[in-house]
């Protein structure tokens, strides 16, 4: 029986990378996945004819029993157009949607889809395809919930998954991997021709960000089992050096995508000595700002680290704090900067803007922190309200969006959404976080340039005709650089055809 899983808009993909082999297993099944379209640097193009057509070819070629798609909030749209394809071309496939967005809002993804999977997926689909296989009913399997004769069966959650360890790692250079992008369809598996390997040790975050799906989680599993949970440090190493020992990988370093890497610290000790004589490789981690003490940084970057992704999110404590749920203040994201420009590690910076809670006073505060902190890279995220987060109650009971505004469809129609561009504008607001922009993107130029100057803090902070003329011209150097860049970059996408 054939099953095919589709990815969209990403082709690293952890959960269907892990969930193909598993299915691999399954005596009589076999599975296909095709990952539909990359996304670029936070863009995400919508698909082309020639692209619906492949994706058209290929399932009428293979003819599966099942479609199974897993589907981001963002990706709502296109997965229900591709659902749509599905039905009018090969009729007798049943369509399971699974992933975040299902777990999240199953009241409108079962609209879509024939099943739908809450929660972890590798129970609940090896359960569902063993029993289409043998002719047998799946109406009672765990996590699904399933349309059947004009009712909605809504079955229970499973226990979580205990020992990640007995699960398949994500494979890679699948001769059963379809890659659709660039109006073509390649077999070679582009992540191996990265410089960097996507590694996860752990499932979710200690945390729950009023912005993040931790917090909706953490609710939605409390019965079901330890909530953070990690692989051992063998098993992890055992994925690297595999990953390493394939023919075409020609990478530089190693990515680690956990929420909160440094969560387990008996675990970081053990990780630190194996990696460090087994593996070597430079690697990146994200963490927590509250959350890393100087001593485990220490050890990491004895055993490799070179680059440190953290989210400051905003520039004010009140914003962090009250709004977005996170502890830590602008104090202990200095103090944790400084400490990883000592170590002369990398920074990223996270910051989240388009942010209707901020106001004048917290983005000058944004402006204040960003010149004190070391030098780093800086992503930009526009804010998105997800369905049911706890954010997005708050701001349609506050009357900032409104209910038909922020819904999954909208967001994934808008893909300018997610990016933050500099827009001329008279409003402060706006021209302060293009301000913002310009010192953060433009860190070097801004910082040796206008902040040595003195010219952003007279310009942001003062109060003059002069400070106001000086902060018009700052706008506009934001507005004219983002535009000259974006020139560059938007001929290099469409040269590239994402
Ligand atoms: C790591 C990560 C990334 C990595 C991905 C790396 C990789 N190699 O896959 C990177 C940095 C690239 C990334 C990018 C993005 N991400 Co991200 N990311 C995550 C994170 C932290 C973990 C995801 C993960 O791998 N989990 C481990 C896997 C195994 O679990 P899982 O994905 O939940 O899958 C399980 C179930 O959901 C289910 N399942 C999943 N798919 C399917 C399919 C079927 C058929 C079935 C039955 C079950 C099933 O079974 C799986 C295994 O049990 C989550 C937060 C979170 N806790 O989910 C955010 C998260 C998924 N990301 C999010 C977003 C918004 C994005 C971006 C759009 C950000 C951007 N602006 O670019 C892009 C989109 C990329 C894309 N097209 O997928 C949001 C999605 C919000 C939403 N409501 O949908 C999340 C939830 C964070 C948040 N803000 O809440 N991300
Ligand atoms: S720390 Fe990051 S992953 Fe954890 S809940 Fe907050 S935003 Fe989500």
């Given amino acids: 029986m054939v099953v095919v899983l589709v990815g969209l808009y990403h082709y690293e993909n952890f959960p269907l990378r892990i969930m193909h082999p598993l299915l691999e297993k399954i005596s009589d099944i076999k599975p296909y996945t095709i990952f539909f379209k990359q996304g670029a640097q936070n863009r995400f193009f919508p698909p082309t004819r020639q692209e619906l057509e492949l994706f058209v070819k290929i399932i009428t070629e293979l003819k599966p029993r099942l479609v199974g798609f897993s589907v981001l909030s963002p990706f709502a749209h296109i997965a229900k157009g591709l659902t749509r394809l599905v ?283 960003i010149l004190q902190l070391p030098m780093g890279r800086f992503r930009f995220f526009s804010l998105n309200f997800f369905p049911n987060y706890p954010l997005t109650k708050k701001a349609l009971k506050d009357g900032l969006i409104r209910p038909k505004g922020y819904i999954a469809d909208n967001i994934s129609k808008n893909i300018r959404l997610w990016k933050f561009i500099p827009r001329f504008s008279s409003d402060k607001k706006q021209i302060l976080q293009n301000i913002i922009w310009l010192v953060s993107r433009q860190h070097i130029l801004a910082r040796h340039v206008f902040a040595r100057k003195g010219i952003i803090n007279y310009a942001v902070f003062g109060n003059s005709s002069g400070s106001r003329l000086c902060l018009s011209f700052l706008n506009f150097i934001a507005f004219i650089s983002d535009r000259f860049f974006r020139f560059f970059r938007n001929k290099l996408h469409k040269d590239m055809n994402y």
Avoid at 244 to 255: D, E, P, R, V, Y
């Fill in 87 to 369: 039905k009018i071309n090969f009729q007798p496939a049943l369509v399971l949607w699974g992933g975040i967005h299902p777990t999240i809002a199953p009241q409108n993804c079962i609209r879509e889809a024939d099943v739908i999977c809450r929660g972890e997926g590798e129970g609940a689909i090896a359960e569902l395809v063993e029993a289409l296989r043998d002719g047998k009913p799946y109406q009672a399997v765990k996590n699904l919930w399933v349309k059947d004769r004009g009712l909605i069966i809504r079955n229970p959650m499973r226990p979580l998954i205990k020992d990640l360890d007995a699960i398949p790692a994500p494979s890679y250079n699948n001769d059963s991997y379809y890659f659709i992008g660039r109006n073509k369809l390649t077999r070679d598996d582009p992540v191996l021709l990265q410089s960097s390997i996507p590694i996860e040790t752990s499932r979710r975050c200690p945390f729950t960000c009023s912005y993040c799906v931790n917090s909706i989680l953490k609710r939605l599993y409390r019965e079901l089992g330890d909530y953070v949970i990690k692989r051992s440090v063998g098993n992890v190493i055992g994925e690297i050096k595999s990953c390493l020992n394939l023919a075409k990988i020609k990478t530089g370093c190693i990515t680690f995508y956990d929420e909160d890497f440094v969560s387990e610290k008996s675990w970081l000790d053990d990780f630190v000595l194996q990696y460090r004589r087994e593996i070597g490789l430079p690697f990146q981690i994200k963490c927590n700002p509250n959350h890393i003490a100087f001593d485990v940084l220490d050890k990491l970057t004895e055993a490799g680290l070179f680059m440190v992704n953290i989210g400051i999110q905003s520039g004010s404590d009140y914003i962090r704090n009250q709004i977005f749920h996170r502890a830590e203040k602008n104090k202990e994201i200095i103090n944790l900067a400084r400490k990883l420009a000592s170590n002369k590690l990398m920074i990223l910076y996270d910051l989240i803007l388009n942010n209707p809670y901020e106001t004048e006073e917290t983005l000058k505060q944004a402006i204040a922190l």
